[in-house]
Antibody, heavy 116, light 112 residues
């Protein structure tokens, strides 16, 4: 399973770090992604991090590139999303997702609210 | 960026009747390795999405056989042979053929 934590209220321009704890599978073998969903809206891909064999390289959506950073600690089976320079439009539930060419395992999500 | 367009956006269906959702891509979803990474997801209110269909037509573990996927290239369809009450919610197509990954707008299925 995947369990996100770290959500909460943050002021515009602020930072927040989300964590995702994985269990029940060999975390290090998989690409991992973050997907977000603004209140009442559809799904938006945030970015991904590849496994160690591909150098833990990352890719990001244009809307977050340069502000968000995805990292992982395979020794802790954990995924992270560092969010900087947050904007009100970043308000969303953030889902941690396992990628196996398709998104086959989703966490329940963590709500991040960006508001003054 | 690949744009996925779903139709309809809203689908009122009678219990026991079929339903169909279309997903059209702005470009081919055939990956250079030969596979097509078109996925269907279902999201019930207040829950995370769950995987239904991957690579166009493969049902994920535990998904009832009333769900089926078809299509090729840029045009894809999700079909439900006989809608049940638990099928309500929003259905999304998505592609993982090319980064940035993208989702359709979502189709809300409701019972009449």
């Amino acid at each position: 399973q995947l369990v996100e934590s770290g959500g909460g209220l943050v002021q515009p321009g602020g930072s927040r770090r989300l964590s995702c704890a994985a269990s029940g599978f060999s975390f290090s073998f998989y690409y991992m992604d973050w997907v977000r969903q603004a209140p009442g809206k559809g799904l938006e891909w945030v970015g991904l991090i590849r496994h160690n064999a591909e150098g833990h390289t990352t890719e990001y959506a244009a809307s977050v590139k340069g502000r968000f950073t995805i990292s992982r600690d395979d020794s802790k089976s954990s995924l992270y999303l560092q969010m900087n320079s947050l904007k009100t439009e970043d308000t969303a539930v953030y889902f941690c997702v396992r990628e196996n060419w398709h998104f086959d395992l989703w966490g329940r999500g963590a709500l991040v609210t960006v508001s003054s | 960026e690949i744009v996925l367009t779903q139709t309809p956006l809203f689908s009122p269906v009678t219990l026991g009747q079929p339903a169909s959702i279309s997903c059209r891509s702005s470009q081919s979803l055939v990956h250079s390795a030969g596979n097509t990474y078109l996925t269907w997801l279902h999201q019930r209110p207040g829950q995370p999405p769950r995987l239904l269909i991957y690579q166009i037509s493969n049902r994920f573990s535990g998904v009832p056989d009333r769900f089926s996927g078809s299509g090729a290239g840029t045009d894809f369809t999700l079909r439900i042979s006989r809608v049940e009450a638990e099928d309500v919610g929003v259905y999304y197509c998505m592609q993982t053929t090319q980064s940035p990954y993208t989702f359709g707008q979502g189709t809300k299925l409701e019972i009449k």
